[in-house]
């Protein structure tokens, strides 16, 4: 980089051409490395293309450009690395956060606003702590226990817990795969969420990569199929994850298959599926325990029997509003004297999730979160209808449950 040029406008250009070699986005890693030198947003950059670089820092901006050449990735060369809308520490001993992980973290929390009273989550192969810390952010009571069979990376990981201070709800520990007080044969489960980004890239496939010796092969080669530690976390995760709990794990785009069949195989009565990412890639299984808990829906006993025929329950508000409202059992006595005080002749629709043909979403409401069956409800579905009647003040205050 020759020495007469000083300002970004003579700088950005040259830096860019440099890199052409050795990014796809050279441009912009230009204008991200030159505002990581100076300071500034990269939307500075942009805008003061006047602006004048001294010698010492032309000199420390080659000394950086050269790593990017030798190629080194540039989340390494900055030192850190956005994920989840929070800034994370990076070294070479951990993985590069990637933007697809955060659909992760999204459904993770998704399921924790539904179960509020479920708070004990552990993340296997935290790496830099960026999924466990961006749950504690995003859920503030959750308490969650971190693993990593490597020390350097956990010494990464408590870093950017301080760092965004949620140290004091996050235990790391080193262990492969399950921390050590949660194995044995008289240990229980002790999770309501287990949640990975093991290493799934199958070796062969792996040496063919870029990515290859510029990201630690620790946090990326799953073996020769590149499920060997997947197929481990399932064969022992129903030793770790409580009932009515929720397993959930990235993969890669091309393991959809296996990995829910190893899912089904370790969770038989489980609701599994699988998530696609933003480029329409397979990329993470849900395999939730909850989905196996029946659901209720409340109604008026003739309405029920009108729609046996038809083999679909479709509710009067179900026109206007496209779903039919449900709850969870210990949700209903609440709903029944808030929307039906004092009505005779209820009954409680007992309902086998996994049964449904229509979809189901949990959603919020005003008064917490709820099962929306998007679609009528196939009487099929329906495993038991019991009384639901309220006391002589119209009161509801208990029901009955399936004999």
Partial sequence: MPSSLSTLADV???????????????????QVLLAHLLGRPRTWIIAH????????????????AARLQAGEPLPYVLGHQEFYGLDFSLTPDVLIPRPETELLVERTAAWLRRHPTRRAALEVGTG???????????????????????LAALDVARRNAHMHGVAGRITFSQADLFPVSAQGATAQPAFDILCANLPYIPTPTLHQLPIYGREPSLALDGGPDGLTLIRRLLDQASQQIRPEGLVILEIEASQGASVHQLAQAAFPKARTQILRDL?????????????????????????????????????????????????????????????????????????????????LRWEESGHGVFPHIYGPLNTGAVTAVTDFSPDADGTFRTYQLPG
């Fill in 12 to 30: 950005l250009p040259e830096l860019a051409d440099s890199l052409q070699a050795h990014t796809e986005t050279p441009a912009l890693d230009a």
């Fill in 279 to 359: 480029a329409g890639k397979d990329r993470v299984i849900e395999v939730d325990m909850t989905e196996s808990s029946p659901i209720v829906h409340l109604c008026e006993r003739s309405a029920w029997q009108a729609a046996q025929p038809q083999g679909q329950y479709r509710p009067a508000a179900f026109a206007q509003e496209g779903f039919i409202h449900c709850s969870r059992p210990d949700q209903v006595v609440a709903v029944a004297n808030r929307y039906y005080h004092g009505m005779q002749n209820m009954v409680l629709l007992w309902i086998d999730p996994q049964r449904l043909e229509a979809a």
């Fill in 49 to 64: 293309h006047e602006a004048i670089l001294t010698e010492e820092q032309k000199t420390s901006l080659a000394a950086l």
């Fill in 128 to 150: 830099s702590g960026c999924i466990a810390i961006a749950l504690a952010v995003q859920i503030p009571d959750l308490a969650l226990q971190a693993t990593d069979i490597s």
